[in-house]
């Protein structure tokens, strides 16, 4: 079985003391197929203990005037080597549109980061159009997606403890990975998000269109995280 790529997206949590707490228990994972995204000010930490790095978010300029952004440019000069892009909280709560989320992207693969472009649909939405015009209109303009990972990650799954059938995340993931072949004659890596946890990481795992996951409220966890990572990726 190919290694899979394990993302932890811990958002806008823990203080200082608990990401000291956090990181002495998983310390021990030392694995390129593990990234970590934590809070941007907390991004040196983990630098020091070796980790793979991503940041949650980033403006779409390399610098400038622009109070309180933090620029892929300056990320990846400290080693940060992932970005999440098109998050959906990002696209409902700061109203992030498929246009920014697409300059953004091509800032990100332009300073040599890997953009885990997160897609899609809400409760009731049509999948397959969902995921057509996120990702046509992420992708306008960019010719080689070899530093772009998708992540198929249904709005509604996100931090509920609900998971879609195997069968409807293979059925969204063959449709990304199909369109992508089609449009950009590539083969690109796929994760999937959404309430991934210790109880269904086994059967999350054998679904072979899924090349990895990203996991948000189980990788502030240090042991479901440890095992969620034994599950998914091998040395
Ligand atoms: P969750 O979050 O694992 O807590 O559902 C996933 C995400 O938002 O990326």
């Not at 989320?101 to 999948?127: P, R, T, W």
């Not at 992420?138 to 509604?156: F, K, M, Q, R, S």
């Not at 199909?178 to 054998?206: A, C």
Request: aromatic letters at 8%.
């Amino acid at each position: 079985m190919k290694n899979k790529l394990v993302i932890g997206n811990m958002k806008m949590n823990l203080n200082k003391d608990e990401i000291e707490r956090y990181l002495q228990k998983i310390k021990q994972i030392n694995n390129s197929n593990v990234v970590i995204c934590p809070s941007s000010i907390y991004i040196p930490y983990f630098l020091k203990y070796n980790f793979e790095v991503g940041i949650q978010n980033v403006f779409y300029l390399d610098r400038g005037a622009y109070t309180g952004e933090i620029s892929a440019m300056q990320a990846n000069s400290l080693g940060v080597h992932y970005c999440l892009v098109g998050h959906s909280e990002r696209r409902t709560i700061f109203s992030e549109s498929d246009q920014l989320i697409n300059q953004k992207i091509k800032n990100i693969i332009s300073n040599h980061m890997v953009a885990v472009f997160c897609v899609g649909e809400k409760k009731g939405e049509n999948l397959e159009q969902v995921l057509n015009s996120q990702l046509m209109n992420g992708l306008t303009g960019i010719e080689n997606l070899d530093h772009i990972v998708i992540a198929y990650e249904p709005v509604w799954a996100i931090g509920t403890s609900l998971v879609p059938a195997k069968e409807e995340i293979t059925m969204a993931i063959r449709y990304i990975k199909n369109l992508v072949k089609e449009k950009f004659h590539q083969d690109i890596t796929v994760l999937y998000g959404g309430s991934v946890n210790v109880e269904n990481i086994d059967d999350l795992n054998r679904i072979k269109e899924v090349d990895g996951f990203l996991v948000g409220g189980s990788s502030l966890k240090p042991e479901d995280f440890i095992k969620i990572i034994e599950v998914a990726v091998k040395e």
